[in-house]
């Protein structure tokens, strides 16, 4: 009978199967920045995410500005210092072209409605797939309405809080913080190469709207040292976590294949297990693809590590 009522079922209905990536209480997802190496529209990357059973993630802008329709910035994404050294009038003439594609980016942020990132939202949660951040840094360069735009965005896509990297600008720390504070939504900071604890309490002191997006593998990858006891120590003010595996620094700290370094990943999970942490943790592929395989079959395994942590 089973059989029969299956292949009663239209294939659409069968490919429409939603992804489920709550295992145990824990909700793991993946940063997008996870498939950069990938084609990156909003409809390629909500097609990688539900081909890896995903159903939550922290979204890069680059995804949703692509889909929302920015003019495409001429440049954007290369690395800096490439090639032949440019003469006084070639730089003087790349940052012309730099300040005028700002200036572009600027006025179509400004201009747009938010019925796009609304439609955005409508196609991933349809799918299966919850939108629980929105990575897009404010800068000190930024106006007060370039704010309202990253917060109304985030807003828009349902996201409870905007990732940025660990401010070093005290400026910077306060402004973000107090914005964050007057729309209730908060900022949560990665947390990078910075080393241990440095900077933390600081950060969570600027508002009650601060909180951190802590990486555990970067955390690791530095100090050498568990990120477990920091995990529960900030539990109440982490927003999300970035997971990967990196070597101990003595060995060189570098991003390895999960399983391969000392980040003690499965600890850091089984505890939001035992704790009943709420806060998702993001997956975030950063190891070189090993020959013979593919972005897609690395970030299986990463979910699939989760799985068996938290069973």
């Known amino acids: 009978l089973a059989r029969l009522a299956l292949t009663a079922l239209p294939a659409g209905k069968l490919l429409a199967a939603k992804p489920n990536s709550r295992f145990n209480g824990v909700q793991v997802g993946v940063i997008t920045y996870s498939f950069r190496a990938l084609p990156g529209s909003a409809e390629e990357t909500l097609k990688y995410c539900v081909e890896c059973g995903l159903s939550g993630i922290e979204l890069m802008s680059d ?26 009038e070639q730089q003087a003439e790349r940052r012309e072209a730099q300040r005028k594609a700002a200036e572009e980016l600027k006025n179509w942020r400004l201009s747009l409605s938010m019925d796009k990132y609304r439609a955005f939202r409508k196609m991933y949660e349809s799918a299966g797939v919850k939108i629980y951040c929105f990575k897009l840094p404010p800068t000190m360069a930024m106006s007060d309405e370039e704010y309202a735009y990253i917060w109304n965005v985030a807003e828009t896509l349902g996201a409870d809080h905007v990732t940025m990297e660990l ?36 950060a969570l002191a600027a508002s009650k709207y601060t909180a951190l997006n ?96 938290l069973a």
């Open 167 to 202: 401010p070093t600008d005290d400026a910077l720390l306060k402004r973000v913080a107090d914005y964050a504070a007057r729309r209730k939504l908060r900022i949560a900071f990665h947390t990078h190469g910075q080393g241990g604890e440095s900077g933390f309490e600081k």
């Open 63 to 88: 995804v949703a500005e692509g889909y929302a329709g920015a003019p495409r910035q001429a440049g954007r994404g290369q690395p800096a210092g490439r090639g032949a050294a440019l003469t006084p």
């Open 214 to 309: 802590f990486d555990v593998g970067h955390f690791y990858g530095v100090t050498g040292q568990s990120p477990v006891p920091v995990m529960e120590k900030y539990s109440a003010r982490i927003a999300s976590l970035h997971l990967k595996d990196r070597k101990h620094p003595k060995d060189g700290g570098q991003n390895v294949p999960w399983g391969q370094g000392g980040t003690p990943l499965a600890e850091v999970l089984r505890s939001m297990k035992r704790n009943r942490y709420k806060f998702p943790a993001s997956i975030e592929y950063e190891y070189n693809t090993p020959e013979g395989s593919d972005v897609i079959s690395e970030v299986k395994k990463c979910v699939d590590y989760c799985r068996k942590a």
